[in-house]
T-cell receptor, first 113, second 114 residues
Framework: GESVGLHLPTLSVQEGDNSIINCAYSNSASDYFIWYKQESGKGPQFIIDIRSNMDKRQGQRVTVLLNKTVKHLSLQIAATQPGDSAVYFCAERGSGGYNKLIFGAGTRLAVHP | GAVVSQHPSWVICKSGTSVKIECRSLDFQATTMFWYRQFPKQSLMLMATSNEGSKATYEQGVEKDKFLINHASLTLSTLTVTSAHPEDSSFYIC??????????FGPGTRLTVL
């Protein structure tokens, strides 16, 4: 199930299930979106990206969906494994150059055996 | 390839002292580096954009005189937290861009101010 913690919502899933993590972005002019995975005490790790001229992109066990109409991004993880437990952030690149990224609030994924 | 390192990985200092954090791109040149701050259970907040050879651009609300950024070479940017106070305790993360669509993050530096 999904719950809202003090600052970070948590998604709890059983090992082997599919996970869907959602993100609402803020800038309709953003042209590039990235999903990152962050484990405790570490920096963000790139998972998958998508440009604004696409609505779906698939990687290994992961799929990103982009709905520009409602400014919504989702990350689907197939056959979730305990090693997928982490905090997941979406990030958008807005206008203004320099590849500046704005991060979403993040979702903690907890995978239970 | 595309490794970004930070030093130190953690630091504890007394209130009122200054702390310098280094961010290095080990196997590529980065014309632009970014500094983020992350409080517990929160997201990454962009502090500043650092371009080699020029002054850093700070985000709204970030004190440029408190968070000094130097980007003297294409592989090194430093963040100095001056006169640190307990509220500056946080996880500081840098990133470096190899190209427009490639941004690589460092492992972060945990700063604790007593």
């Amino acid at each position: 199930g999904e719950s809202v913690g003090l600052h970070l919502p948590t998604l709890s899933v059983q090992e082997g299930d599919n996970s869907i993590i959602n993100c609402a972005y803020s800038n309709s002019a953003s042209d590039y979106f990235i999903w990152y995975k962050q484990e405790s005490g570490k920096g963000p790790q790139f998972i998958i990206d998508i440009r604004s001229n696409m609505d779906k992109r698939q990687g290994q066990r992961v799929t990103v969906l982009l709905n520009k109409t409602v400014k919504h991004l989702s990350l689907q993880i197939a056959a979730t494994q305990p090693g997928d437990s982490a905090v997941y952030f979406c990030a958008e690149r807005g206008s203004g150059g320099y590849n500046k990224l704005i991060f979403g609030a993040g979702t903690r994924l907890a995978v239970h055996p | 390839g595309a490794v970004v390192s930070q030093h130190p990985s953690w630091v504890i200092c007394k209130s009122g002292t200054s702390v310098k954090i280094e961010c290095r791109s080990l196997d590529f040149q980065a014309t632009t580096m970014f500094w983020y701050r992350q409080f517990p259970k929160q997201s990454l907040m962009l502090m500043a954009t650092s371009n080699e050879g020029s002054k850093a651009t700070y985000e709204q609300g970030v004190e440029k005189d408190k968070f000094l950024i130097n980007h003297a070479s294409l592989t090194l940017s430093t963040l100095t937290v001056t006169s640190a106070h307990p509220e500056d305790s946080s996880f500081y993360i840098c990133s470096a861009t190899r190209s427009y669509n490639e941004q690589f993050f460092g492992p972060g530096t945990r700063l604790t101010v007593l």
